[in-house]
């Protein structure tokens, strides 16, 4: 069965640290690959998405992902964190192609961030 | 746009009850997902729906099931609830089946 797997449970880091965050996935066909984050007593909200293309991928609040396909990895970085990127964060994968949505999440990473 | 509303957001019923959840999507948005997400598993894929079918289904009993109405609204219910149901079940929506677009959940208790 499909997995995704997130190295890190907990990340503590100060701010202006950099960040990456790992997510391995485990399927060898066409996948699309996402990060969400939860702001604490917020819902889910989509940071960035790869389909195709480019596989260096920019999304919102300087956030970054590269996909290489050979390692099955989508990591997510930052350059510089800021206390309020405090947060937790999955990563997702969508397989199957074609017409079926269902997202494959891992367990999450809780990073927080010491102003 | 107003993002993706579900009611309740807070619900605590009893062992052997049955619970119904309502979702309403984004204005314009098709199809409907439902998670549910636990501390110990995660957030895992319970159904899809799409203009009233469903399209794809999770790894979950029978119990569980799900409907979705011509505007698009969205409904799951659960049956004989047990402890183990306590979660907070989370519903998306999508314009094109890719990018799912979550709301702010429904925290159940069984108590």
């Known amino acids: 069965a499909q997995s995704v797997s997130q190295h890190n449970h907990h990340v503590i880091l100060s701010e202006a640290a950099s960040l990456e965050l790992g997510c391995n996935y485990s399927y060898g066909g066409t996948v699309n690959l996402f990060w969400y984050v939860q702001y604490p007593g917020q819902h889910l909200q989509l940071l960035l998405k790869?389909?195709?293309?480019?596989?260096l991928v920019k999304g919102i609040k300087g956030f970054e992902a590269e996909f290489i396909k050979s390692k099955f990895s989508f990591n997510l970085r930052k350059p510089s964190v800021q206390w309020s990127d405090t947060a937790e964060y999955f990563c997702?994968?969508?397989?199957?192609?074609?017409?079926?949505?269902?997202?494959?999440f891992g367990k999450g990473t809780k990073l927080s961030v010491k102003p | 746009k107003a993002g993706v509303t579900q009611t309740p957001r807070y619900l605590i019923k009893t062992r052997g009850q049955q619970v119904t959840l309502s979702c309403s999507p984004i204005?314009?948005?098709?199809?409907v997902s439902w998670y549910q997400q636990t501390p110990g598993q995660g957030l895992q894929f319970l159904f899809e729906?799409?203009?009233?079918?469903?399209?794809n289904k999770g790894n979950f009993p029978g119990r569980f099931s799900g409907r979705q109405f011509s505007n698009s609204r969205s409904e799951m219910n659960v049956s004989t609830l047990e402890l183990g149901d306590s979660a907070l079940y989370l519903c998306?929506?999508?314009?094109?089946?890719?990018?799912?677009?979550f709301g702010p959940g429904t925290r159940l208790t069984v108590l």
């Open positions: 997702a994968v969508r397989t199957n192609g074609g017409s079926q949505g269902n997202l494959i």
């Open positions: 998306a929506s999508s314009p094109d089946h890719f990018t799912q677009f």
């Open positions: 729906y799409f203009s009233e079918t469903q399209r």
């Open positions: 790869y389909f195709s293309g480019d596989p």
């Open positions: 204005s314009g948005h098709r199809s």
